[in-house]
């Protein structure tokens, strides 16, 4: 048996990184299918030296984000269906109601269908429920913080462990994290970079078991040992 099971994934933005590059694909690492993928960069981890003008640039991003028909020509469409809508709903006044800085969205779009508006949070703390818990829709939560260690251990403090994405221009810092991080699946200045030869599965509560790659055949297939008694060594 294999499980894939979600996550909270962690994308962490290091002072150095391109900010623009990395606006925009944290944009499409949280916002992708609505926000509904597991591996949705849905915990969004700021360096503080470029933490206000991230904000202000990821802001402006999910403003600009078409939503509407998905057969128009737009970048968002529906949630699948009311349950998942009221549930993205009560996740955004959750972060309200703690106390996170809603930036922009934060409401229902347009008159009729399971249509939410592109939604940021700032200045969201690690025990927030935004934080905590798979939301499962277009609500980017932005964090900040200091050091490279504080971060990963941060990071870390998760019940899941699918995914995670590191932006920085320094090859050692990438490779630290990359190695520090309790997750299945780590990309360096790229996100959602899938392959049918690289195994893909978490640690954790995110699963069980790998999909793809040579690992994803186990499941597949079963182990036989064979144990032969003979009357003599021939070495």
């Known amino acids: 048996v294999t499980l894939e099971l979600g996550g909270k ?9 391109d900010i623009d590059t990395a606006v925009e694909l944290a944009h499409f690492a949280l916002f992708f299918n609505q926000g ?3 591996c949705a960069g849905s915990r969004l981890m ?34 699948v269906d009311e349950e998942q809508y009221h549930k993205v709903l009560n996740y955004i006044k959750s972060g309200v109601d703690e106390g ?21 949070f700032s200045d969201v703390s690690d ?3 935004i934080c905590r818990e798979e939301i499962f829709g ?3 939560v932005i964090q900040k913080f200091k050091t490279l260690d504080e971060v990963v251990e941060r990071a870390n403090r998760n019940s899941y462990g699918l995914a995670a994405a590191v932006f920085t221009n320094d090859l050692n810092t990438a490779t630290y994290i990359s190695n520090s991080l309790r997750a299945g699946t780590v990309w ?10 690289a195994p893909f599965g ?24 064979v144990t032969i008694a003979i009357n003599q060594k021939n070495s």
């Open 9 to 17: 994934s962690p994308l962490i933005v290091f002072d150095d990184a």
């Open 36 to 38: 509904q993928c597991c």
């Open 46 to 79: 700021v360096q503080e030296g470029i933490y206000d003008k991230f904000v202000e640039k990821a802001t402006e991003r999910a403003k600009a984000r078409k939503v509407g028909n998905p057969f128009d020509s737009v970048e968002q469409g529906p949630q």
């Open 100 to 120: 996170a800085n809603l930036r922009v969205g934060g409401d229902k779009w347009g008159d009729k269908g399971y249509f939410v508006q592109p939604t940021v």
């Open 127 to 129: 025990d927030m429920k």
């Open 138 to 140: 277009p609500v980017q």
């Open 188 to 197: 360096v200045n790229c996100y959602d970079a899938l392959e049918a030869q």
């Open 202 to 225: 978490g640690y954790k509560m995110s699963g069980i078991g790998r999909e793809l790659g040579e690992y994803g055949l186990e499941a597949y297939t079963e182990v036989k040992t």
